[in-house]
């Protein structure tokens, strides 16, 4: 029959397959290959997971006296999708980044802010502002239209606030030594994500009620006798059983 032909031609290529697999694994030996690279993809995880467990921006000001202006530059040239940064330019969908360091939130005027900048303009941005802000706009600033999703690398966000710095008529004073170390990695709230435990319901109880209810009740015996004792004196009943007063 051709079934059984294409039946044994389907087991004799499943048990050569299964062959060539033993042989493989035995006869060419292999030693845990692609270790680091399992590795690598582990330890980008764990940054990432790091992060979300402890969301903070690292500090950066003892960084930004040595850092690489011309990096921060071409770093900032995905700002400058949104942002201009010479004096004078105008707006793009974001403001003119121009003199900002130590420069009013929401500085620019004419350019439509969201209420949540709006709200900060009394605020200057500082260096470490700005550091949180790039490290992830949204999360620094609930509400922000910066639609960005953050610079994560802490060399990456002082190399663009020094280059930041130098588009100024005169750079901002670099941070001081003092300002250095009160530069505490500012912690965001930690969600609190208690569980609602402590609720457990008691059921035991209505089950010992229950229990409780079926007292015995057998006493129907007793009763029965006592109501032929009584039938004895009463007389209606002496009719209906005569053979009970002949005793
Ligand atoms: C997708 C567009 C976009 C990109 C990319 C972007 N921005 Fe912005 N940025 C905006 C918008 C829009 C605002 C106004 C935010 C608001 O009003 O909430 C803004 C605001 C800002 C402000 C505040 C300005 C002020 O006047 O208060 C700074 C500083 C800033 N951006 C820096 C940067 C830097 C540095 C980068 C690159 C690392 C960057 N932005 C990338 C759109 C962008």
Redesign the pocket.
Known sequence: MEFNKIFGAILVAGITAMLAGFIARNVIHVEDPEVNAFKIAVAEAAEGGAAAAEPVAEPILAMLATADVAKGQST?K??G???TFNKGEPAR???N?YG?INNK????EGFA??D??KALHDKE?TYSE?NH??WNPKKH?NG?????AG?KKPEDRAN?IAY?RTLADSPAALPTEADIAAEAPKAEEPKAEEGKEGEAKEEGKAEGDAAAAEAPKAEEGKDEAKADAKAGDAPAVEEAKPEAKKE
């Open positions: 900032a995905v700002c999708a949104c942002h969908v974001g403001p980044l900002i939130h929401a500085h620019m802010y969201s949540a900048m941005w700005l802000f790039l600033i922000t239209k910066m639609v960005f610079i663009v930041l």
